[in-house]
């Protein structure tokens, strides 16, 4: 997370989607795309990995689609920050 990233200057969406894709180790893109996994990656939240980087994972097929999401280790991190606010 940089530096000034916290929990609290996540949108509620983009809360929202941390949460979802800490849920599993990869989700598939065309899960998950758009403005809020945009903001996750540009914080460095959230990855998109190479064409068929860890697609067992994810559904099978071709396209940008099918590429596997996951959270970065300062994602994890964020997450975790994230259920210690909530509780």
Not at 16 to 42: I, P
Not at 47 to 65: C, D, L, R, T, Y
Request: glycine share 10%.
């Amino acid at each position: 997370m940089h530096s000034t990233d916290t929990p609290h200057s996540l949108s509620n969406s983009e809360r929202d989607l941390l949460r979802w894709l800490g849920k599993e180790d990869f989700s598939q893109y065309g899960e998950c795309y758009g403005r809020d996994l945009d903001a996750l990656v540009a914080k460095g939240l959230a990855q998109v990995h190479a064409p068929g980087e860890h697609q067992v994972f994810i559904a099978k097929g071709s396209g940008p689609m099918f590429r596997a999401v996951s959270l970065t280790d300062a994602g994890v991190a964020a997450l975790e920050a994230l259920t210690r606010a909530d509780e």
